[in-house]
């Protein structure tokens, strides 16, 4: 058995299918940052708002405020240079290090996606993604021929966890049964052409495509991994992905699953694809005398190391998704251990949350206006996630302590509406939210859900 | 094998999706395009535009009666322009929901009814006879609430408001740059609705930006706003220690507060109705699938409940909320709960787009 896992350790890999890795995220990365900024979010999400909902842990975290601009430059040209493979390791822990603080301001804009892309980042830093067809080549005069498979079966490992929990996740009795929720989105998109006022509105083609959705994500590591069905598999994200674009408002994920899927392909057509990249890069290059050692495999200085650090990752991977299973109570419902699984595009969820401060001693009471503390997305974010509604409870309270109010308590009169139902109380509203604090304990406050939703 | 599987996926999937038709309201005679703009049709040929044209002609016709005023101040001139003012003031109410389009970049609504008016502004204005009306500094001290003021307000019997209109002359100029203003900023929205009208009947896709979205969330928007908090929440209280009563709408007239709300409410219940065409009511009807389907009636529903809450109340709110504010705050509750229905539950169904930011689904 060790012996087998020391062999696999010691397979070397064309490293063609990493320096394409590397190109295209980096290029995808340009291109995400750029498109965010371009379309005034940059303003909105960190300058405009006074208040920020703050990740547990990272409370420390402030918005840059005006300086926000600085960190995504310094974001996106990182983004240049590991596109370039020019100073790799350094810039792509740069990358990783701006991106992530910029992820962790604020909860609000908390999205799968951006959390993919962190960690994606994190263990390539560890990844020798340059050791070919990049700019460190060239300077250093070394390139490499061969890396270990392990690195390339990270990348692998990491994508099909995501699908996998992805899918299991769409293993519900709502999403399942009952089509939700699919049944309240597809409809809505009948400005669609051709699809939009026939397939979509139709019973069911939502339950096809919910099943169809959770078959694809817990069959495409599959489809994947076997050389016979690869192409065709390839073919069905491209096609999945590119559905999922034009139905949902979702940015960049699709096309950065996309991308990152050719990962997959073996080392033959990755060095075509990097073939095809020179044709575009080389004319530009002048004339280079690329005068190179090349070395056959790359080795680690320090591989123990590294491998520890991706084991604990791939364990932390592995359990962060299902620990929602240590609570009580419904996990749509209850939002408790949601973020960090994968739980994409799953439920349609709307709240109501108003807040009441009230004087103990004299009795009084009023209620807050969010408008004046919270931007419109904030808002509508905080309405329906407990420990946003927590936070935000307690800024008020640290608020209207500052301005002289004494002995107060916060209420919260919240309604939400889960995957179709009618709204229903979501916060017992008789509970002062000052006296409770954010921890991993269960949160007692939340009213229990008036229904079962069954699986995962 | 796999082929195998997928088959009997797929017809496993057509049988459930077949025999599963809950939805029995999910039967679309008309495609959706077709609805939304039979809808939009409804709301801009049957409400918007007539409604502009009322308030216009009523306006007219006051400002015809505050010729007359400034003409011959007397306590007969003065009851006229007043009942011209209330008569506009109810048809106003049908028409502060449609805060789109021309309103929405004119900032007519605040032009019209910003309340409580600013007297101390107003005064300021009349002694200085230098203002400018299209500037925001100046959005309360003008438009109905500022007519109150002026016609009811100034003095505190009738005969000492026709003494100091006749003694100052700055009263009546003002009271006539404001009623003049009123005409001629309705009049810019009514002849704007003549061309605006093909690009918002025509607006149905489904993005931030449509039209069809648009009037939905400004709906919900003067449910929560205009209404629910402008005229019950604020005077009530609900978001500040004490209640303010001198903070109801036409305060200084007091006495038709209710007058005011019934009709505003009507207008609401009828536009969520569309008044015999295609609204709201139809396309939640026509949407709704599992729980849902009774959410239009449930909706109808609290508003009978709130109707019924504000029918008990006394003409005069300002009154009302000092001698009993619980009942006042009771029937806040009450449109509460429309609230409630109409931003979770209806929002759920018309899935109305938004353009924050990219989204999860989370």
Partial sequence: MILKINQYLHRTSDAASLAVFRVFFGLMMLFGMVRFW?????????????????????????????????????????????????????????????????????????????????????????????????????????????????????????????????????????????????KIWLPSKYDLPIIGETILQYNWVHYVMSWGGMLYDLLIPFLLLYKKTRLFGFLLVIFFHLFTAVLFPIGMFPYVMIVSTIIFFEAQTHKKIIKLLKRVVYPLAKNSTYNNTTVSNFKYKNKYLILGIFMVFFIIQLILPFRYMLYPSELFWTEEGYRFSWRVMLVEKIGYTNFKVKNLKSGKSFYVRNGHFLTDLQIKQMSFQPDMILEYAHYLGDHFESQGHKDIAIFAESYVALNGRSSQEFINSKIDLLSTEESFKHKYWIKPFKDEIKGF | MLKKILLLNFIFLLFIGCSSDESSGNSQSNSVWEQKTEMLTNWADNFIIPGYQELYSKLLELQVAKNDFISETSQQNLDIIRSK?????????????????????????????????????????????????????????QGFPCLDYLLHGIQSTDSSIISLYNENENYKNYLSNITN?????????????????SSFVNSTENTATSSANKMTNDFIYYYEKGFRSNKFGIPGGVFSNNPFPEKVEAYYNQNISKLLANE???????????????????????????????????????????????????????????????????????????????????????????????????
């Fill in chain 2, 264 to 362: 505003a409410f009507d207008a609401i219940k009828n536009f969520f109705s569309g008044n015999g065409g295609y609204s709201l009511e139809d396309f939640i009807d026509n949407y709704a699938t599992g729980d849902q389907t009774n959410l239009s009636s449930e909706i109808k529903s609290q508003f009978y409940a709130v109707d019924d809450m504000i029918a008990e109340l006394d003409q005069n709110f300002h009154n009302q909320i000092q001698e009993d504010l619980i009942k006042f705050l009771s029937t806040y509750d009450a449109i509460q709960q429309g609230t409630i229905l109409l931003k979770t539950d209806m929002l759920s169904i018309l899935q109305i787009a938004t353009d924050y930011i990219d989204a999860d689904g989370d």
């Fill in chain 2, 181 to 197: 203003q009123l005409v001629s900023n309705t009049l810019y929205i009514k002849e704007q609705w003549v061309t605006y009208r």
């Fill in chain 1, 38 to 182: 371009s379309k005034g979010w940059i303003y909105s999400t960190y300058v405009e708002p006074k208040f920020h909902f703050k990740y547990f842990g990272f409370e420390w975290i402030k918005s840059p405020g005006e300086y926000t601009y600085i960190l995504f430059i310094i974001c996106i040209v990182c983004a240049l240079c590991v596109t370039l493979g020019f100073k790799y390791k350094f810039n792509m822990a740069l990358f990783f290090l701006s991106f992530t603080y910029i992820e962790l301001i604020d909860k609000t804009t908390y999205l799968n996606h951006y959390y993919f892309i962190s960690i994606l980042s994190f263990i390539l830093i560890f990844i020798p993604a340059n050791a070919k067809f990049s700019l460190d080549n060239y300077i250093e005069k070394k390139q490499y021929d061969e890396v270990p498979t392990w690195t390339i079966d990270s990348l692998k490992l990491l994508l099909i966890i995501v699908y996998f929990c992805a899918g299991l996740a769409k293993i519900n009795s709502d999403w399942l049964l009952k089509a939700m929720p699919l």
């Fill in chain 2, 85 to 141: 003012w209330l008569e506009a003031y109810i048809l106003w109410q049908k028409v502060e929901m449609f805060n789109i389009g021309p309103a929405e970049q004119s900032f007519y609504n605040n032009k019209m009814n910003i309340y409580p008016t600013n007297s101390t502004k107003i005064e300021l204005n009349v002694q200085s006879g230098n203002y400018d009306l299209e500037d925001a500094s100046n959005f309360s001290s």
